[in-house]
């Protein structure tokens, strides 16, 4: 723990120089244009329209419509002055049937939008896969269906080669947790399925998905050259909760509760197994079906690592859950999304997953940022959002403390650039640094993207 007082005065220009600092966004959450231009259906598509899914029976059609409005989301950007935007290709505008023919317009889409951001003097960073399935997929078996890995090693290797030129920074997926565990075993994500054992191959194959995405882009670019500049990684939202006491039992349950939700998707990148403690729990579902060679595939060495960070989980033990743990409250403030407030809870994580991996490689926080009831104010021009600005304050301190405790966190992306589509929440929740006014599509830039351009420019008061 950094040894730090609350007194000593730092300002934003302690960062790196070379620190990246992007905004982030996700494909079906904020493009629109579902039917247009050869575009397939998605998993959400499908998940969203279906009765009871979806807060008041909202979907993604529209949202922000982004797909048409992206040269003004761009601009807005560069007056943000950041470095990077991460982004989502959506695999149904790629390969409308999930596999085969490649569709143009789709990819047009992305150069379009890359090359906008290239004009801006912004990076290109493109998640392969921000959970938008492409519907035949599933109807074929899904994640829990080995083929889907291959299926999405072959768009990869497509985007790979198709964009090259266009892409500053890949990652392959977007939190697999929430595929297999919400999508499979919980069933709050589209497909909306409540089966353990095939949440548990989902979570192997997405895992396999991504080596094989590595794999093909070393294949496809090679190992050196001038687009091997283009790092390659995968984005978690790994979590490392407290245990509410230092009573041996709630200790241990603060470390069972890490099996599934960080040691699955985590120590396997590290060459490491599944954690057998968590399938034992459950002895009558059965095991990942892993095959001879997958662990050496997912192991396939990545360039970075990314990581989404909203709240520190607090655990105590509890004899009457099947692995021994259970989620209890705390003292901390929340977000509209009832998340606790816990900025030294991204230090503490920033902390363990460098020791932990033995600092094998660079972070990047791909996602930080908090949903509020924001409105506008009665002349609709300003909105303030003060408890955001208050929570990136904290959570950028944080950050600090642990780059100059010796993490090597390279950038940090802001979710979200704009209020958006919220998944089962539907339009609900409001993430963004710009409010969206969803009747007429007026972008409202709020008082946090005011504060972050003062971070970037490196003369805001942490």
């Not at 007429?440 to 008082?447: A, E, G, N, T």
Request: aromatic content about 12%.
């Amino acid at each position: 723990m950094s040894n730090r007082t609350n007194h000593t005065r730092r300002s934003s220009s302690d960062f790196p120089e070379d620190f990246l600092w992007g905004v982030a966004t996700a494909s079906y959450q904020v493009e629109g244009a579902v039917g247009e231009d050869g575009r397939g259906e998605s998993i959400w598509d499908a998940f969203s329209r279906t009765p009871g899914r979806v807060r008041h029976g909202h979907t993604g059609n529209v949202s922000v419509d982004q797909y048409h409005r992206y040269p003004e989301d761009v601009r807005l950007m560069a007056d943000l002055g950041v470095g990077a935007y991460r982004y989502s290709i959506a695999w149904p505008r790629i390969q409308p049937e999930g596999t085969g023919a490649i569709n143009p317009r789709g990819l047009d889409y992305y150069k379009r939008l890359s090359d906008e951001l290239h004009r801006q003097g912004i990076r290109s960073a493109a998640t392969l896969y921000h959970w938008d399935l492409p519907q035949v997929l599933e109807d074929a078996g899904g994640w829990p269906h080995r083929d889907t890995a291959y299926r999405f090693r072959d768009y990869a290797a497509a985007c790979f080669r198709e964009l090259k030129d266009h892409v500053d920074m890949w990652i392959t997926l977007n939190e697999p947790w929430c595929s297999a565990v919400l999508g499979y075993g919980v069933g709050e994500h589209a497909p909306g399925l409540r089966d353990r054992t095939r949440s548990w191959a989902a979570a192997h194959h997405l895992m396999l998905a991504h080596g094989l995405a590595v794999q093909a882009y070393r294949s496809e670019l090679g190992t050196s050259g001038v687009h091997r500049k283009a790092p390659i990684g995968i984005t978690h939202n790994l979590e490392t909760p407290r245990p509410a006491t230092q009573r041996p039992g709630d200790v241990e349950a603060a470390d069972r509760a890490m099996d599934m939700r960080t040691r699955f998707f985590f120590d396997p990148l590290l060459g490491g197994p599944y954690p057998e403690r968590h399938f034992a729990a459950y002895p009558k579902e059965t095991p990942p079906p892993v095959h001879e060679g997958d662990m050496e595939v997912i192991a396939e060495p990545i360039d970075f690592l990314g990581l989404n960070f909203y709240w520190e989980p607090v655990i105590a033990a509890d004899r009457d859950d099947p692995e021994g743990f259970r989620l209890v409250e705390s003292h901390h403030k929340t977000t509209d999304m009832g998340w606790p407030v816990t900025p030294r809870g991204l230090y503490r994580h920033l902390q363990w997953v460098w020791k932990e991996s033995g600092g094998r490689y660079p972070l990047y926080i791909t996602e930080n940022g908090c949903a509020m009831p924001d409105e506008l104010t009665p002349s609709g021009l300003r909105c303030h959002d003060p408890r955001r600005v208050s929570y990136l304050r904290e959570h950028f301190t944080a950050a600090l403390d642990a780059i100059e405790d010796g993490v090597d966190l390279r950038g940090y992306f802001v979710w979200s650039l704009i209020d958006n589509f919220e998944w089962s929440y539907g339009y609900t929740k409001r993430f963004g640094l710009i409010y969206a006014d969803y009747v007429d599509q007026r972008r409202v830039p709020k008082d946090s993207y005011y504060y972050l351009r003062e971070v970037i420019s490196g003369v805001e008061e942490l």
